[in-house]
Structures are given as structure tokens and as C-alpha cells.
């Protein structure tokens, strides 16, 4: 199938945005402007289309390595101070380099994760300098920094002129000569800053991005969106291994089912992405040690509506989208965040809502240690009962995982 990637990339932005916001205070949309800012300067510099599509990735993605370890550490911190703690955790660059590994870029974009901090004077983490730092650290370092000094989702005539004198004051400090010229180059048209708005970024995004359609199979989807599970999991060090772990069951069942090789895969894939909205949800409710009050359920309750955000933008996942946005429906109508009812509900969303159960029962919680295959059992088949959850694919689920 033919897939723009980076448009792909751009969907599952949306929710990424979310853990710099929950820490930094970062504003919606702020990745996509990192990648805008990093591309126009990159096509005014003679990048080629494969160059800026990787670029362009690699800016939605540049933050993907901020994990819970990070965010405890910022969130102890005062609002105002968590900025300057997590830019410098160090670790976050390396981590981050680290997820991508896997993804398929057009050209090498090896350290440009990892450099994406690295000051022009060869002051940042790694003490890299100069020319030595990747060009396409040096376009996110630039819109990073930027957007988050500045707040460039709404701009006027000070604020533009704040951000060139800062930029200028920053010549070969932060910023090589010759990108402080493009930026000063293209950022005399009045639309640039007015694309970064938050009311024209997506129209903005989707005129200028370099338009690569990839020839990708299922297989090689399910790859990209492991690393989003990675991601997804990562924020709490309950969840380590919740998506993957479920990702796992579900191909485990779906081979029960003798369902065929593609179903299967997309199965993998809305295992692996059905909690994006989570990274949405602050982790100050998903870490709670203690039962969580009404106005927190409503808040966790927001993550499957997000994740659907996110996912039903994608063209070819609208299945995919149902499977995974459905898992805290019930049959009953009890569910959210529609409060669907079993006739609206198909197979596999009742195969995800009853493994998604069943992996989280088994993790531990911070209010509870990981339960066993059999005690599991004991609370689905009680939901099953009170006709919540699909009770043959409990019996199943059962026949599969226990341990004769
Ligand atoms: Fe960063
Ligand atoms: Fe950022
Ligand atoms: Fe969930
Ligand atoms: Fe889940």
C-alpha cells in the first residue's frame, strides 16, 4: 500500500505533543511547528525532498526519548523550572536516537536525534561543534528552542522582532551563521508566522511537506508502530510492557482464530497503539498510588476518544481504529467514551477489550501487585457474567493462557 509517512507521523503527533505538555507546559502543536520551521529552512538551503521528509520525522519525533525517568525528575520541580530540567537531561537525546533505530528513513539521519541539542559553540550535551553537529540537529535545535521560548502558536509585530534580535544575538553561539541567514531569509514573508499559527499549522504542514508516498507493507507498519508502543509505554513504569505484552496476546489469539496473516498484523498494530491517548493523560493520575477521585476518572477517561483523535486521521486504519479505540466500551453500554453497546461492537474490538483486561490485571499497578492467570480469570469471567465482555472469547482467552 502507498503511505505518506510523515503524514502518518503527523497523526500520531497530535497525542506525542501531549508529554511535553504535561511537563513543559509546551503549547498543542508544537512538534508539527519544529518540523515547519526545520523544512522551510531546509528547502531554502537546497536540502533535497528525501532529505526534508527525514527531516521532517525526525522533528515530530525529536522528544520521543522523554521518558517517565525524566518526567518524575521535571515534575518535582516548579512549573517554571521543569523547562530548563528536562533540556537537560542529557539522557533523552540518546534514548531517543535509540527508539528510531528501526524506522525506515530515506537518507542516513544517524545522531540527529542525539546532537539535537548541541549549541553551534560546542557547548551542549556532547560537546559536539560547529559544522560537526548534523544540519538537521542544527533546523530542530533551532524551532525547538524557538517555539518554546517564544510560544510561536500566536505571533505580532514585538513578538517577531524578539525573536530575531534573539536569534541574531545568537550567531554562531546557539546557531551557525548560515542558518541564522535562512531564517532571516525566510522569515521576512509574513506567512511563515502566520502559518505557525495554531489555526493554519495543518494547512501550513500539508502544502510544504515534501509529498513521498512509500510503498509499505503491513509487516513493515507494524514495525513503525512498535516503536510508538515503545514510546506509549515508557511513560510509566507500570505500562512497561503493556502495549508490546498485548501486541503479543492478540497475535497469540488471532492465530487461535485462524485469522489470516494481514488481520492478524493489524491486529498487532492497534494492540500497539490503542493507548496513545494516554500520552495525553498527565502522569500525575496515571501513577496515582492511591483509587482515583471523579475528576480524575474523567480525565483518564479522555485517552481511547484521543486515541481515535489520532488514529482516524490515518487512511487505511479505519478498522485498525475501531479495534483499538474501543477497548474501554462495554456491552452493556456501560463503556466510554460512547458508551457503545454489543451490537455496535465487533470481534476483534471484544478480542481487545477483554485482552486489554487481562494484560493489565496481570501488571502491577501502583495500588496493587500483578495478579495471576487464574485470579484474572475470576474477575473477566465475572465481568462476562454480568454481560460486560464477550464470554466465549473469556473461555478462549482462558483455554490459551493456561498454564495445564
Ligand atoms: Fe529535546
Ligand atoms: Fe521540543
Ligand atoms: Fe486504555
Ligand atoms: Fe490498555
Same mark, same amino acid.
Given at each position: 500500500?502507498?503511505?505518506?509517512?510523515?503524514?502518518?507521523?503527523?497523526?500520531?503527533? !497530535?497525542?506525542?505533543?501531549?508529554?511535553?505538555?504535561?511537563?513543559?507546559?509546551?503549547?498543542?502543536?508544537?512538534?508539527?511547528?519544529?518540523?515547519?520551521?526545520?523544512?522551510?529552512?531546509?528547502?531554502?538551503?537546497?536540502?533535497?525532498?528525501?532529505?526534508?521528509?527525514?527531516?521532517?520525522?525526525?522533528?515530530?519525533?525529536?522528544?520521543?526519548?522523554?521518558?517517565?525517568?525524566?518526567?518524575?525528575?521535571?515534575?518535582?520541580?516548579?512549573?517554571?523550572?521543569?523547562?530548563?530540567?528536562?533540556?537537560?537531561?542529557? @539522557?533523552?537525546?540518546?534514548?531517543?536516537?535509540?527508539?528510531?533505530?528501526?524506522?525506515?528513513?530515506?537518507?542516513?539521519?544517524?545522531?540527529?536525534?542525539?546532537?539535537?541539542?548541541?549549541?553551534?559553540?560546542?557547548?551542549?550535551?556532547?560537546?559536539?561543534?560547529?559544522?560537526?553537529?548534523?544540519?538537521?540537529?542544527?533546523?530542530?535545535?533551532?524551532?525547538?528552542?524557538?517555539?518554546?521560548?517564544?510560544?510561536?502558536?500566536?505571533?505580532?509585530?514585538?513578538?517577531?522582532?524578539?525573536?530575531?534580535?534573539?536569534?541574531?544575538?545568537?550567531?554562531?553561539?546557539?546557531?551557525?551563521?548560515?542558518?541564522?541567514?535562512?531564517?532571516?531569509?525566510?522569515?521576512?514573508?509574513?506567512?511563515?508566522?502566520?502559518?505557525?499559527?495554531?489555526?493554519?499549522?495543518?494547512? #501550513?504542514?500539508?502544502?510544504?511537506?515534501?509529498?513521498?508516498?512509500?510503498?509499505?507493507?503491513?509487516?513493515?507498519?507494524?514495525?513503525?508502530?512498535?516503536?510508538?508502543?515503545?514510546?506509549?509505554? &515508557?511513560?510509566?513504569?507500570?505500562?512497561?510492557?503493556?502495549?508490546?505484552?498485548?501486541?503479543?496476546? #492478540?497475535?497469540?489469539?488471532?492465530?487461535?482464530?485462524?485469522?489470516?496473516?494481514? @488481520? =492478524?498484523?493489524?491486529?498487532?498494530?492497534?494492540?500497539?497503539?490503542?493507548? =496513545?491517548?494516554?500520552?495525553?493523560?498527565?502522569?500525575? =493520575?496515571?501513577?496515582?498510588?492511591?483509587?482515583?477521585?471523579?475528576?480524575?476518572? !474523567?480525565?483518564?477517561?479522555?485517552?481511547?476518544?484521543?486515541?481515535?483523535?489520532?488514529?482516524?486521521?490515518?487512511?487505511?486504519?479505519?478498522?485498525?481504529?475501531?479495534?483499538?479505540?474501543?477497548?474501554?466500551?462495554?456491552?452493556?453500554?456501560?463503556?466510554?467514551?460512547?458508551?457503545?453497546?454489543?451490537?455496535?461492537?465487533?470481534?476483534?474490538?471484544?478480542?481487545?477489550?477483554?485482552?486489554?483486561?487481562?494484560? #493489565?490485571?496481570?501488571?502491577?499497578?501502583?495500588?496493587?501487585?500483578?495478579?495471576?492467570?487464574?485470579?484474572?480469570?475470576? =474477575?473477566?469471567? &465475572?465481568?462476562?457474567?454480568?454481560?460486560?465482555?464477550?464470554?466465549?472469547?473469556?473461555?478462549?482467552?482462558?483455554?490459551?493462557?493456561?498454564?495445564?
Amino acid at each position: 500500500m502507498k503511505i505518506n509517512l510523515n503524514r502518518l507521523l503527523l497523526s500520531l503527533s !497530535y497525542t506525542l505533543d501531549f508529554v511535553e505538555m504535561d511537563v513543559l507546559g509546551v503549547t498543542s502543536n508544537h512538534s508539527k511547528r519544529v518540523a515547519y520551521i526545520a523544512n522551510i529552512i531546509g528547502k531554502y538551503l537546497g536540502m533535497s525532498e528525501e532529505e526534508r521528509f527525514d527531516l521532517v520525522a525526525c522533528a515530530i519525533l525529536h522528544d520521543n526519548g522523554v521518558t517517565k525517568y525524566m518526567l518524575d525528575l521535571a515534575s518535582q520541580a516548579k512549573r517554571e523550572k521543569r523547562k530548563i530540567i528536562l533540556e537537560n537531561v542529557k @539522557e533523552h537525546c540518546i534514548i531517543g536516537e535509540e527508539n528510531i533505530r528501526n524506522y525506515p528513513f530515506l537518507t542516513d539521519v544517524t545522531n540527529v536525534i542525539k546532537y539535537h541539542h548541541e549549541n553551534y559553540d560546542g557547548t551542549g550535551f556532547f560537546q559536539i561543534k560547529g559544522d560537526n553537529i548534523p544540519l538537521m540537529s542544527q533546523l530542530i535545535f533551532i524551532g525547538d528552542k524557538l517555539d518554546n521560548i517564544f510560544d510561536l502558536k500566536t505571533t505580532n509585530y514585538n513578538k517577531i522582532n524578539k525573536v530575531n534580535t534573539f536569534i541574531k544575538n545568537n550567531t554562531s553561539k546557539l546557531y551557525s551563521p548560515k542558518i541564522v541567514d535562512a531564517f532571516m531569509e525566510v522569515s521576512k514573508k509574513p506567512c511563515f508566522w502566520l502559518d505557525l499559527n495554531d489555526n493554519f499549522i495543518n494547512n #501550513a504542514i500539508r502544502i510544504t511537506l515534501p509529498n513521498i508516498d512509500l510503498d509499505m507493507s503491513w509487516h513493515d507498519l507494524e514495525k513503525i508502530t512498535e516503536i510508538f508502543s515503545f514510546i506509549i509505554d &515508557n511513560k510509566s513504569e507500570f505500562t512497561l510492557k503493556h502495549s508490546q505484552g498485548l501486541a503479543n496476546k #492478540a497475535k497469540i489469539m488471532g492465530n487461535y482464530y485462524k485469522k489470516d496473516k494481514e @488481520e =492478524i498484523i493489524k491486529l498487532k498494530i492497534a494492540a500497539n497503539l490503542h493507548d =496513545i491517548g494516554k500520552l495525553a493523560i498527565s502522569n500525575d =493520575i496515571i501513577d496515582k498510588p492511591g483509587e482515583l477521585n471523579e475528576e480524575e476518572l !474523567y480525565l483518564i477517561k479522555q485517552h481511547t476518544y484521543l486515541s481515535r483523535v489520532s488514529l482516524s486521521k490515518i487512511k487505511g486504519f479505519e478498522d485498525i481504529t475501531e479495534w483499538a479505540c474501543n477497548h474501554h466500551e462495554k456491552l452493556d453500554g456501560s463503556g466510554y467514551p460512547f458508551g457503545l453497546t454489543g451490537d455496535k461492537l465487533d470481534f476483534n474490538s471484544r478480542l481487545i477489550m477483554c485482552l486489554d483486561i487481562y494484560q #493489565a490485571l496481570m501488571e502491577e499497578r501502583p495500588y496493587r501487585k500483578g495478579l495471576t492467570h487464574e485470579k484474572s480469570m475470576v =474477575i473477566l469471567k &465475572n465481568m462476562g457474567d454480568n454481560g460486560l465482555i464477550d464470554v466465549n472469547i473469556i473461555k478462549d482467552i482462558d483455554k490459551v493462557f493456561s498454564i495445564k
